[in-house]
């Protein structure tokens, strides 16, 4: 294969370097040399490679800094969690695997569909479905009801609820000529977010919330409803601070997580503790102690990788996120359709929400609320949602190169 | 649906964006370069004492230089008298986890993190020690003076008013730093710091706080006539003398320590204003002082005049730790002006100091004039009142006794209280005395108060 993009493959090869060398690192951890660990490494290596030249090549169009921001938010990820928990390193390993296939199957999906027009009102049902039957059976973890158990596997349906939340949304904001024929989509919407909240999940409720917000905004033009529905939902979260005791609990530790150290202060504290540990340029990969910050392998793993790789590192995690979020918005205004443009800028939105919502709480920016940060988060569900929110996203961008080809094609032009 | 196509508002919604998560970087940088310092060194971080190798620790001394933790090789010793280690085993603290004393809270400097570059590389060469040596306010032999005179669980508090140097601080049981790796045996309860992690209810000595909302209130002129007892929305409160107290005003009662009075006192300022003056006087406020954790104190009138009332005589859901309750007396020493209490004197390295003692304030409780009229009522208290056995002649000490009910497995008893100070310029020292289940303030805390006193002046505080 001839290498025409010399930009791509000196960033993949830092990558690979990365990945690499901080693998060696944690290979001579134990003192004498664990070729377990390195053997890790260089699987994982071998998976970003052939990822991504073997997409790059099927799918012509896709965007590639889309897929290498993705990939080095997974590398950090994969480096993090084995170095505290070779286990969970490994489970994650492979549930990117997985996740790479529901990518490649919504990609290949989005490209051919039109507006999923025919499964929408299954979708709204599945999606009501799936939050209400979380409610009645699940597990609680940290205070939430948000996680299904089914033979060996657990799962959080809210996760899978986004996707189908993310179409729904496209589908009646591209189709509906005016505004009072959205009623049904309205009432979707208060549904999901007050079964979330129900179920104590507020992180989701959140982002389910914003997300509509946002996608509605974008996709009407009104601002005097959208800022009609903003004030409903801080009415309704305003509510909720005076009606559940977790959330005011939230907003206390939030605005002085020292004076509650003991019990719920705990978490925040240690996260902070964390960061400040790491300083600019962090202890060193295996030299901090994240195993202090409790759920540091899931939502709080922002915090153990700036204890480690340094603030420095923290900072161009938000800046690779920023990044995505830029390229994700260039692609649905690039996009023909105006369901592809409101499905992808939806997308997009839904992990720009994500991520600044739990950086911003683990940094204590805002009230701390639990939700996994995409890609990077160690978690089945989460992992194979943000795979699909990129294979939507993906999706779209190829389509956009097919229609910019056809165009250049008609026009008698060449194709490179 | 809309005037324009999607892009013009997604274009808007991506400039959103990128301020949010341009925030969120500077918000994350901004935070580690202005608290970073603070929270690595915070006593909560278990990273310190992971990383801590008690060789290199430097050692604490009291404000005298009296040694009181040292390291000899990787093994940490504490004052070689047992009844020092156990007299100031609170506030110095252990390197095992077990308490929150200089030892954690200083850790810092004890193991040098807070060391400039070039201090560090001095010390380096001075041996092995590579961390600083802490000297507290406290007063080792005042401690043990005080520690040996408490025949009952509880907390002493005694401090210089003027500076917010802590003198004394004990705390009743101990524990022996000396034993900890193998003190199986020891409950735990032991460990706690009562002087500033014990909440009692006040008792009477919260009386100051209602006496300050009246005066504040202008409701200084009610009479009331003391039969020993009233009901007040169904709640019976008494008042421990037989017969009562008969006809009382302010200063009466205040002398006398009448319930009934200042039952019906706090009822008739209302739920509104006690609860200003209350938060005012710093219930209900997270504490952050730099040199020790102190929880805070918390004031609510209720929702009926019976709850109210008994607010009102430091009862119903009134806490208070020793520590507070000595700094309300201390402020009212200082015309209203509360001080920061501190524990740490100064460090040095090698000898040099790298440390500046500053006396800071808190707030300003209440007016200097509310300040001075509290300050006669408490003298007056010492002179004729309940308080007597506190009168110790030269220093001019003024005080309130409490008597805290409380309830044991069913069987009501009562925390002795006393806080007070000497209005003796010279002898700036304002002191708080709780003894638990002892009986009453005036019988139990106040001769210790009186005994703590004496010996502070007699040593030259």
Known sequence: MIIRRYGVAILLT????????????????????????????????????????????????????????????????????????????????????????FMIAALAVIRKANDFGRWNLFFMLLAVGMLGVTLVLAQTTYGAR????????????????????????????????????LWPYFVFTILCVLLLVAARDLGAALLFAGTFLIVFYVGTGSLWITLGAIGAFAGGAVASYYIFGHVRIRVQVWRDPWATYNDNGYQIVQGL???????????????????????????????????????????????????????????????????????????????????????????????????????????????????????????????????????????????? | MSKYGPNRYMKGMLAVFCALFVLLGSYLFYSTVTYGEEWFSSPYNPRISASRKVADAGSIYDRNGVPLAWSVGSVRHYAENPEVRRAVCHVVGDVYGKSMGAEAFYARYLYGYDQGLIDRFVTAFEGDQKGGDVYLTIDAELCTYIYERMDYNGAVVLMNYETGEVLASVSNPTFDPEAIPDAADETGSQYLNRVTQGRYPPGSTMKIVTTACAIENSVTDRVYNCP???????????????????????????????????????????????????????????????????????????????????????????????MHDMLISAAVARQGVMMQPQTLLDVRYGGRSAYTYAP???????????????????????????????????????????????????????????????????????????????????????????????????LGY
Not at chain 1, 28 to 37: C, K, L, M, N, V
């Open chain 1, 14 to 101: 830092f990558m690979i370097l990365f990945l690499l060398s901080a693998f060696v690192l944690l290979s001579f951890r134990e003192g004498a040399f664990d070729a377990g660990t390195m053997l890790a490494g260089g699987l994982f290596a071998a998976y970003v490679l052939v990822q991504y030249n073997v997409l790059a090549a099927v799918f012509r169009h896709l965007d590639r800094y889309v897929l290498l921001i993705t990939d080095f938010l997974m590398i950090i990820s994969i480096i993090m969690l084995y170095r505290m928990d070779p286990e969970t390193g490994q489970r994650q390993f492979i549930w990117i695997l997985v996740g790479t296939l």
């Open chain 1, 146 to 181: 948000n996680w299904l158990r089914i033979g060996p596997f657990a799962f959080q349906p809210s996760e899978f609820a986004k996707i189908l939340f993310l179409i729904v949304t496209a589908y009646y904001l591209s189709t509906r000529e005016h505004k009072r024929q």
């Open chain 1, 273 to 416: 503790l964390a960061i400040a540990s790491g300083g600019l340029l962090g202890s060193g990969l295996g030299n901090g102690m994240p195993q202090s910050i409790p759920v540091a392998e899931s939502d709080y793993i922002f915090a153990a990788i700036c204890e480690e790789f340094g603030i420095i590192v923290g900072v161009a995690l938000i800046g690779f996120y920023l990044l995505f979020i830029v390229r994700g918005v260039l692609i649905a205004m690039d996009a023909r359709t105006k369901f592809s443009k409101l499905l992808v800028f939806g997308a997009t939105c839904l992990l720009a929400l994500q991520s600044f919502i739990i950086i911003g709480g683990v940094i204590k920016l805002i009230p701390l609320t639990g939700i996994t940060m995409p890609f990077v988060s160690y978690g089945g569900s989460s992992m194979l949602s943000s795979m699909m929110v990129l294979g939507i996203i993906e999706g779209v961008a190829v389509k956009n190169g097919e229609y910019d080809e056809a165009e250049i094609t008609e026009m008698g032009g060449a194709v490179e």
């Open chain 2, 228 to 322: 020993g007892q009233i009901i007040i929305a169904g709640q019976r409160i008494t008042c421990p003398r037989e017969g009562g107290h008969g006809e009382e005003d302010l200063t009466g009662a205040f002398e006398d320590s009448c319930n009934v009075y200042f039952a019906q006192l706090a009822v008739a300022l209302g739920r509104d204003s006690m609860q200003r003056t209350a938060d005012a006087f710093l219930f209900n406020h997270d504490w952050h002082f730099p040199d020790f954790a102190m929880l805070a104190s918390s004031y609510t009138p209720g929702s009926n005049e019976g709850d109210l009332a008994w607010s009102g005589i430091g009862q119903y859901k009134d806490l208070i730790t020793p």
């Open chain 2, 360 to 458: 800071h304030t808190v707030a300003a409780l209440t007016d200097s004039s509310v300040a001075a009229t509290l300050g006669t009522l408490m003298r007056a208290t010492v002179l004729e009142g309940t308080a007597t056995s506190a009168d110790i002649g030269a220093a001019a000490v003024s005080g309130k006794t409490g008597t805290a009910e409380y309830t044991d497995n069913g069987e009501i008893r009562n925390h002795s209280w006393f806080v007070g100070f000497s209005s003796d310029t010279e002898h700036p020292l304002a002191v708080a005395v709780i003894l638990e289940g002892a009986g009453f303030g005036s019988r139990y805390a106040t001769p210790l108060a009186a005994q703590a006193l004496s010996r502070a002046i007699e």
